[in-house]
């Protein structure tokens, strides 16, 4: 496609439950990368890709999110036991390694 | 790791005026992007700035470096450049890191 996709646009799900959030990056782009945005707040860096690997899963908030990218393509964060804390934005990018990123829509995510 | 601050926070301005927003950095970065976050939250690039100076329009940016700074000019704004402004670094170890952004608001 022309952009970055995500989907869902939105999801509303209840505690405890796992929800997963798919991105789909730019044909060609080697580099992924998932954020989370709470409300009015800035960036958070959760994970990135290059290729299939992700050399650094530091920024994952808990055990209980988890992310992988088959192909070199699609990626797919999950999470885990929601808790409502998780409730945010999730925003994937791509990017040609080292050149800049552009972002999807995001998916809402709502913890009730 | 790297600290991002961006100055102001928050800038109320009329339209047609000019804005400087200032993006400092705490260490050597391998890249610098800035992006303007839309009211309706899309992230849109708006340069990609590890050094020099760019021009787009009515939008401007230098990145210096050596001096771990990078400001992005507006000109003559008008009402749909509100948003927010955020300013993105990655560091050698190619985590990404964001500062918090400076609340943009163009009055008629």
């Known amino acids: 496609g022309a952009g970055v996709s995500q989907s869902p646009s939105n999801k509303v799900t209840e505690k405890g439950k796992d929800v997963e959030l798919r991105c789909d990056p730019i044909s060609g782009h080697t580099a992924l990368y998932w954020y989370r945005q709470s409300l009015g707040q800035g960036l958070e860096f959760l994970i990135y890709f290059q290729g299939n690997s992700a050399p650094d899963k530091s920024g994952l908030p808990s055990d209980r999110f988890s992310a992988e990218r088959t192909g070199g393509s699609v990626s797919t964060l999950t999470i885990q036991r929601t808790q409502q804390e998780d409730s945010a934005v999730y925003l994937c990018?791509?990017?040609?390694?080292?050149?800049?990123?552009?972002f999807g829509p995001g998916t809402r995510l709502t913890v009730l | 790791g790297i600290q991002v601050e961006q100055s102001p926070p928050d800038l109320i301005l009329q339209e047609g005026a000019n804005s400087t927003l200032r993006c400092n950095f705490s260490?050597?970065?391998?890249?610098l992007q800035w992006f303007h976050q839309n009211p309706w939250g899309q992230l849109i690039n708006l340069f990609y700035?590890?050094?020099g100076t760019k021009q787009n329009g009515r939008l401007s940016a230098t990145t210096v470096a050596t001096e771990r700074y990078s400001l992005l000019y507006i000109s003559s704004s008008q009402t749909t450049d509100s948003g927010v402004y955020f300013c993105?670094?990655?560091?050698?170890?190619?985590?990404?890191?964001f500062g918090k952004g400076t609340r943009l608001h163009i009055l008629p």
């Open positions: 990018a791509s990017s040609v390694q080292g050149i800049e990123q552009f």
């Open positions: 260490d050597s970065v391998n890249n």
């Open positions: 993105a670094v990655e560091d050698r170890d190619d985590k990404i890191i």
């Open positions: 700035i590890p050094s």
